[in-house]
């Protein structure tokens, strides 16, 4: 009878002591996994749910994350919609936890997505990584790394007779492009 208790605690002991092991393998993993997720990845993760959005000149934007792209993200709050190049954001907290992150490759970048505001003709606010407001007016034209805007009164249209001026806005400069609704 001692025989057997002394082989049923030893079996425990190896039991218990394959399980830690098996336990640290399953925690170096998801340590391995972590470090590979980019930035995007895990921002990924929160789409439909709200953030808080701290930009480089110190402005702070919450609202729905309502997509991303390869270097961007959009939050929508009241009737705007806010798009944000990534290397213009300080940091960001999510107020909810994020699902799964979503399986694929975001392509669009931000000049792709700034040019479906040009052919909507929408009307914007562009704000600095200073955290000045750049321009009002309508986005005329994205290039390869700067944007152009017609410049008019918020509750102007773009016509002739209410154009202010151009200006020519690198992308470097800018922290957010605000449609607003």
């Known amino acids: 009878m001692r025989w057997e208790a002394l082989f049923a605690d030893l079996e425990a002991e190896f039991g218990a002591e394959a399980a830690r ?3 640290s393998e399953i925690q170096e993993f998801v340590r391995i996994e972590r470090a590979r997720q980019s930035l ?7 789409v439909g749910t709200r953030i808080d959005v701290q930009l480089l000149g ?3 934007i919450g609202g729905r994350l309502a997509g991303i792209g390869k270097d961007w993200l959009m939050l929508q709050h009241g009737g705007s ?3 944000i190049p990534v290397q213009a954001v300080a940091w960001w907290a ?7 992150p979503e399986p694929g490759e975001r392509r669009v970048r931000f000049s792709q997505a700034l040019r479906v505001l040009v052919r909507d003709r929408a009307r914007v606010s562009v704000g600095g990584i200073d955290g000045q407001l750049l321009a ?3 986005l005329d034209q994205v290039g390869q790394d700067f944007l152009e805007v017609a ?4 509750d102007e249209f773009r016509r002739p007779g209410a154009l202010l001026g151009r200006t020519v806005i690198p992308f470097a400069a800018l922290a ?4 607003e609704g």
């Open 21 to 23: 092991e098996q336990n």
């Open 40 to 46: 995007m990845q895990r921002l990924a993760r929160h």
């Open 58 to 60: 110190a402005e702070r």
């Open 81 to 83: 919609e806010e798009l």
């Open 94 to 100: 999510a107020l909810e936890a994020g699902s799964a």
């Open 136 to 138: 009002n007016g309508t």
């Open 151 to 154: 410049l008019h009164a918020r």
């Open 176 to 179: 957010r492009v605000r449609r």
